[in-house]
């Protein structure tokens, strides 16, 4: 192992090396995206707690798009192809400024969806472009030393590189957010299937199964930190409103035994023993992520609504707070689900009766509020959803998963 940066080749890594982990440099660029979960979190939460709910999710699906598809995008790309030499540590330095430059956007998109007129996607844009274009400098790199996946890598570069000149020219048209927002949702659909174009049409990549598996694990784990944010939130405004008291302690449990149970949820399966084997399942995998990192960056929206609704400075009631927050859970479950039967591509009835066990947490939580219950208590059923997993694999599906994955191995 050298121990110099100087510049290296990027002729793509071995796909089965031993014990590839993330690296420090993929550590620090997750950071940077803490910031900008924070940003689409707050500003959902301002709207929803107006009740402007169209408006808070337009802007939460664009924004998390922007966010979550290039985190994407560079961590296949790394997983591939870092080798760790000065122009990918730089690259990856650019991409980070794109992220904080999209976050700064953020609060620009809602407040213009929120008036409008037009979507005013400027700075978002220009971060998300900004991002792109290092992605873009690292796939030309790759297909200049990687002469047998060059067609592979030149097809990411006219992907990415169409997508972002449509991207800027919705910078410069000024639409009204309507047609701004059916513009976005033909660049999305094009940028999706620019991955599998063109490692279905010229060949795949050599990432790595396991590696891609604990980068999809590591961005979970620094999502959650919105749930613990927006539960932070909540005591707060509990204590402020009546001091310590047993309100607060059950917002506090609730909040924390939340996430710690929907932590549980996603790392009941070995994903990487499964793509190792069956590697093209790595695209409905990878992609129904998207959905599963919203739900929790909405989840955090969902208790800060809860903490504004305890402090009487929303324009919601309880059920209201109490919905925002378990809507998200009930979607985290259903992709988690869907994600592990996609996965294994095998059904089991006992999964499915976990999942209604869960989805029954969440419709209770909702009646017990509507009924008069503390937001504490509601959350305390919240929290027994993604519970209610985790005991029934830990004493009875953990065989069905045993089984499911053994057969997986075996197809």
């Known amino acids: 192992m050298s121990l110099s940066h100087h510049l290296g080749r990027m002729t793509g890594r071995d796909p089965n090396e031993a014990h590839r982990a993330a690296t420090p440099l993929e550590l620090l660029f997750d950071l940077t995206f803490v910031v900008a979960f924070s940003q689409i979190s707050s500003q959902t939460a301002h709207l929803l707690e107006l009740g402007h709910v169209s408006s808070a999710l337009i802007g939460f699906a664009f924004a998390t798009f922007a966010v979550t598809w290039a985190w994407i995008n560079y961590s296949w790309l790394a997983s591939a192809y870092d080798n760790d030499d000065v122009f990918f540590r730089l690259s990856t330095l650019v991409v980070m400024i794109g992220v904080l430059i999209v976050a700064l956007g953020v609060p620009d998109v809602f407040h213009s969806i929120e008036e409008g007129h037009y979507l005013d996607n400027t700075v978002m844009v220009a971060g998300y472009v900004v991002m792109r274009i290092a992605t873009i400098a690292l796939w030309v790199r790759a297909a200049l030393h990687d002469e047998a996946r060059r067609k592979t890598c030149i097809a990411y570069i006219v992907n990415v590189s169409i997508a972002q000149v449509g991207w800027i020219a919705l910078i410069f048209l000024n639409m ?40 999809y694990g590591l961005l979970v784990i620094i999502t959650l930190g919105e749930v613990i944010l927006g539960t932070i939130l909540a005591i707060s405004a509990v204590v402020q409103a009546a001091g310590w008291s047993l309100e607060a302690g059950l917002v506090a449990f609730g909040g924390t035994a939340l996430a710690f149970g929907m932590w549980w949820n996603y790392f009941v399966l070995p994903f990487g023993e499964v793509l190792e084997r069956h590697r093209w399942r790595g695209f409905p995998w990878g992609y129904l992520h998207l959905f599963v990192f919203g739900a929790l960056i909405a989840v955090g929206a969902g208790l800060h609504v809860a903490a504004n609704v305890i402090a009487h400075v929303a324009h919601v009631d309880a059920t209201f707070a109490v919905l925002s927050i378990a809507i998200p859970v009930l979607v985290y479950e259903t992709f988690l689900f869907g994600i592990y039967a996609l996965t294994v591509m095998q059904f089991d009835p006992f999964h499915l009766w976990l999942y209604l066990g869960s989805v029954a947490a969440l419709v ?6 509507s009924l008069g219950a503390s937001l504490g208590v509601a959350l305390l059923f919240i929290a027994c959803a993604p519970a209610i997993v985790v005991v029934g694999y830990e004493t009875v599906g953990w065989r069905h998963g045993a089984a499911m994955l053994e057969r997986a191995r075996e197809t």
Not at 184 to 191: M, Q
Not at 196 to 206: D, I, N, Q, V
Not at 364 to 369: C, H, K, N, T, Y
């Open 364 to 369: 209770a939580s909702v009646i017990a509020v």
């Open 176 to 215: 009204p957010v309507g047609i701004t927002m059916a513009c976005a949702v033909t660049l999305i659909l094009f940028e999706l299937a620019g991955p599998l174009f063109a490692e279905k049409r010229f060949g795949p990549t050599p990432w790595h199964p396991h590696h891609i598996a604990e980068r």
